[in-house]
């Protein structure tokens, strides 16, 4: 694989990439770091891991991350890219910038992890106790688990690279059966859990991090492989289990403000079990980049650039908010006419002058009080993983393979997560249910695709019928909104918006140029275990 190799060459050098300088992600100079005077303290070692939460590692996989949890399932439109457009039409190539920039992107942090453990493996000092040692592992192997499950979710049958320097001599890697790759994420995350201290500086994942996380692959694995549309309730078991776990023994709980959870101040706080960490002023390709690209105006950007195109909700989200869903719709979508006071303060505020994604559009400069930012550094740390996240897989895990559910636990966290929004509890469970209010609450953080993955391994019709009914009724289509009458309209009369789905459109291709340079890749997969 070529790329993964170019990757790995770096690597070999040192664990340190150049990055951020805030709170626990400041490091070293990349000069400064060698087996022989690095991993001496548990300084060296927090140092290490510090800089797998952000920055370069990660700069490729946030766009894909954005894109392809939410213009996939027919959540987000855009009209500037065409392979933007692929992702939201179903006519993806093999040569796809987005889909490579994801594939390549969280190999690099698997290279990156794969370089930390082995060096605190091989040079941490001997007077560091074993305690020590396993949580910077942990920390690593997490995050490994973290890049694996999108992998797995996205492309299915993917190579399982542990070691780096393996590749050096043989760069000719199989691909892993899914049920394997999915085995090797729960015993990293196993590892996490058990050497992950309860509590730690904000940022940086704990064991409830990795339990959070481990319910939800379990409840992700409990579909696979399924020949009778039901889960395997051993699998659904576990995800309750540790979800179950985080629900009621972490001490955490929802951030009190759906609207405010997204704002720079509060980045961090107990609700984000895992945060993609993004520093103001470090420049392009370390960077978050996501109000760069996506804002609708320069106005309200940092360094009063980019704005370049809006990503524009679809008629299919919208219709998922209730009349009562206010909160949860306005800090998710800016509707033609939607004031925003905490957006260009100076000027007294900004008014969307068209529908528009409003989540990681946090203002300029002076809104953030952050001088150092540029258009190529929003100072957001974005979560991958919420507390409300794992409220609504422990809620799916007990409602399992039953039709519906009025399980008290289940509708207790179910409806944690309504009552902070403002909108009425639920009396009862479905699991069309449960995929509606992860949509409003999850929208454009990169999860509904995940969420009609899982459900396309046990219930493969109804999902691909599910994308296919998106198009004959024209869901998919953006819309207008006229604030004067309060009146939102979908274009009903444009062609089918994305060719027919079938189950293969749930698994992506592998890049053509990694299949051009390990013809492997496009071999069966094989068992790794």
């Not at 993917?158 to 320097?165: A, G, K, L, M, R």
């Not at 470090?282 to 978050?288: D, P």
């Not at 033609?336 to 260009?344: K, M, R, S, W």
């Not at 999902?463 to 296919?468: D, K, Y």
């Amino acid at each position: 694989m070529k790329r993964i190799n170019k990757i790995i060459a770096i690597l070999l050098l040192g664990a340190t990439v150049v990055g951020c300088k805030k709170s626990f992600l400041d490091r070293p100079s990349t000069t400064l770091i060698s087996s022989e005077n690095f991993y001496k303290t548990q300084a060296d070692l927090r140092l290490a891991t510090a800089n797998l939460y952000g920055g370069s590692p990660w700069w490729q996989w946030q766009q894909p991350w954005l894109l392809l949890g939410d213009a996939l399932p027919g959540t987000a439109f855009y009209t500037y890219n065409g392979d933007i457009m692929q992702l939201y039409s179903r006519t993806i190539t093999s040569q796809n910038s987005v889909v490579l920039s994801g594939w390549t992107g969280l190999y690099n942090v698997i290279g990156q992890c794969n370089t930390v453990i082995s060096a605190i493996n091989q040079s941490a000092s001997g007077s560091l106790s074993p305690a020590i040692k396993n949580q910077a592992i942990a920390e690593a192997r997490f995050i490994r688990a973290m890049a694996y499950y999108h992998l797995a979710v996205y492309w299915g049958a993917v190579p399982i690279v542990t070691d780096n320097s393996v590749l050096v001599s043989n760069a000719l890697l199989n691909r892993n059966t899914v049920a394997d790759v999915y085995k090797f994420i729960t015993i990293d995350l196993t590892f996490a859990a058990q050497n992950l201290p309860l509590k730690d500086q904000a940022g940086r994942v704990t064991t409830w991090s990795a339990q959070g996380l481990l319910g939800k692959v379990y409840l992700t694995m409990s579909g696979w492989g399924s020949t009778n549309g039901m889960r395997n309730q051993a699998l659904l078991d576990s995800a309750a289990k540790y979800a179950g776990n985080v629900c009621k023994n972490s001490g955490l709980a929802l951030f009190a403000s759906y609207y405010d959870l997204f704002k720079v101040q509060n980045n961090n706080n107990p609700e984000d079990l895992f945060s993609l960490q993004w520093a103001p002023g470090v420049g392009y390709g370390y960077g978050n980049v996501l109000e760069t690209y996506y804002s609708p105006s320069a106005l309200i950007n940092f360094g009063a650039s980019g704005g370049w195109e809006t990503l524009q909700p679809t008629w299919d989200l919208y219709m998922m908010y209730s009349a009562k869903d206010t909160v949860r719709r306005k800090a998710t979508i800016m509707r033609t006419g939607d004031h925003y006071p905490e957006l260009d303060m100076a000027d007294g505020g900004f008014t969307a002058g068209g529908n528009c994604m409003k989540k990681h559009i946090v203002g300029n400069n002076a809104d953030n009080n952050s001088p150092t930012a540029t258009v190529w550094s929003s100072p957001e740390d974005f979560a991958m993983l919420r507390l409300a996240d794992v409220y609504l897989v422990y809620a799916e895990a007990i409602l399992g393979n039953n039709t519906s559910t009025t399980n008290a636990d289940a509708l207790t966290y179910f409806n944690m997560v309504r009552k902070r929004a403002g909108v009425d509890p639920a009396l009862i469970l479905t699991a069309d249910t449960i995929r509606r209010e992860r949509r409003v609450e999850l929208a454009f953080e990169g999860q509904y695709w995940i969420d009609l993955v899982r459900w396309s391994y046990y219930q493969p019709a109804a999902a691909v019928a599910f994308l296919n009914a998106q198009d004959a009724n024209h869901d998919r289509q953006p819309f207008t909104y006229d604030p004067k009458t309060g009146i939102a309209t979908r274009d009903t009369t444009a062609a089918p918006s994305a060719t027919p789905a079938t189950i293969n459109s749930y698994t992506l291709q592998i890049p053509a140029s990694e299949l051009s340079t390990d013809p492997k890749l496009a071999a069966a997969p094989v068992p790794y275990y």
